[in-house]
């Protein structure tokens, strides 16, 4: 009996002691995982503070690469115009029932080209259908003014902008895009002398082309011009001037050929034969953006 007792005895404590090493084992267990979980919570805090930094890194260098990108893209373009022979259509002073043909003739070729828009002849369906075709069939939509009247234009450059946003903002009303491109009635050489007989200012023109600049807006005149304009050029003269002007621009740094015509019924005549010399001498044919390829007088 007594050996029993002293057996039992022994086992509880053998027992305790186990149980108290494994109550110790288990607090230390939890002091270590708080420790270690603290650990890893300043360690993750530390990467999310360098995230964060690289982050705003990434923001602020942002910018820059979007410049260099854009500047990359346009050294690109650039240097391909050196050896391919590209060409320009821009139709000026539409659109009217005139467009649509042009346009008709310009989807038969699968060509785009650039439409320099006056805004106040969208005041009729033919015309409202021809600036939906043009939106629809992938041809760039640009502004030449609201109304085409020099004397009042390059009177100021804020009567030149108030007839220019007006033209912007019923385009940008009809077509749901703002136009990034602009053609000066008259072109640049023309508008500087113009603001000079208008406004008794030449300077007048440096401010507009300043406030062009300043939105982002490109000017593009013409190195080629079909003088269509004079309605004494006939549709076969037309095409000869621009095949003429064409091939002289081929001795130039760039094959490019920025072509000026009208929504005139002579261009649509000379407008298939146009096309089929220019393909004949290897050109291919591109529309105007914004940040690429222009040519200006002044
Ligand atoms: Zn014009």
């Given at each position: 009996m007594k050996i029993l007792c002293l057996v039992i005895t022994f086992l509880g404590l053998l027992l305790a002691v186990v149980f108290g090493f494994a109550g110790?084992?288990?607090?230390?267990a939890a002091k270590k995982y708080l420790a270690d979980a603290e650990n890893l919570a300043e360690i993750q805090k530390g990467y999310e503070a360098e995230i964060g930094e690289l982050e705003q890194?990434?923001?602020?260098?942002?910018?820059?690469?979007?410049?260099?990108?854009?500047?990359?893209?346009?050294?690109?373009?650039?240097?391909?115009?050196?050896?391919?022979?590209?060409?320009?259509?821009t139709f000026d002073d539409g659109p009217s029932t005139n467009t649509l043909k042009i346009l008709d003739i310009l989807k038969q070729y699968d060509i785009k080209a650039t439409f320099f828009v006056v805004a106040?002849?969208?005041?009729n369906l033919?015309?409202?259908?021809?600036?939906?075709?043009?939106?629809?069939?992938?041809?760039?939509?640009?502004?030449?003014?609201?109304?085409?009247?020099?004397?009042?234009?390059?009177?100021s450059k804020d009567a030149f902008f108030a007839d220019f946003d007006k033209a912007s903002a019923l385009i940008e009303e009809k077509t749901g895009k703002k136009p990034e491109i602009a053609r000066l009635p008259g072109g640049?050489?023309?508008?500087?002398?113009?603001?000079?007989?208008?406004?008794g200012d030449g300077a007048i023109f440096d401010e507009i082309m300043d406030e062009f600049e300043k939105r982002n807006i490109m000017v593009?005149?013409?190195?080629?011009?079909?003088?269509?304009?004079?309605?004494?050029?006939?549709?076969?003269?037309?095409t000869e001037n621009i095949v003429s002007g064409a091939r002289?621009?081929?001795?130039?740094?760039?094959?490019?050929?920025?072509?000026?015509?009208?929504?005139?019924?002579?261009?649509?005549?000379?407008?298939?034969?146009?096309?089929?010399?220019?393909?004949?001498?290897?050109?291919?044919?591109?529309?105007?953006?914004?940040?690429?390829?222009?040519?200006?007088?002044?």
């Open positions: 110790i084992n288990q607090k230390d890194k990434i923001a602020e260098l942002s910018p820059e690469k979007e410049t260099l990108t854009v500047k990359k893209e346009y050294l690109e373009e650039m240097a391909r115009y050196r050896t391919e022979k590209t060409a320009f259509l106040s002849k969208l005041d033919a015309s409202l259908q021809a600036l939906q075709r043009m939106a629809d069939e992938g041809h760039t939509i640009a502004i030449h003014a609201y109304n085409h009247v020099y004397s009042d234009l390059y009177q640049t050489y023309s508008a500087w002398q113009f603001c000079q007989q208008y406004g593009a005149d013409w190195n080629v011009d079909s003088e269509d304009w004079n309605s004494a050029t006939t549709a076969a003269a037309a002289k621009r081929l001795s130039g740094e760039y094959k490019t050929a920025l072509i000026l015509m009208h929504d005139f019924s002579n261009t649509i005549a000379s407008l298939e034969n146009t096309i089929g010399r220019l393909k004949g001498m290897g050109f291919s044919f591109e529309t105007l953006h914004n940040g690429g390829y222009y040519y200006r007088q002044k």
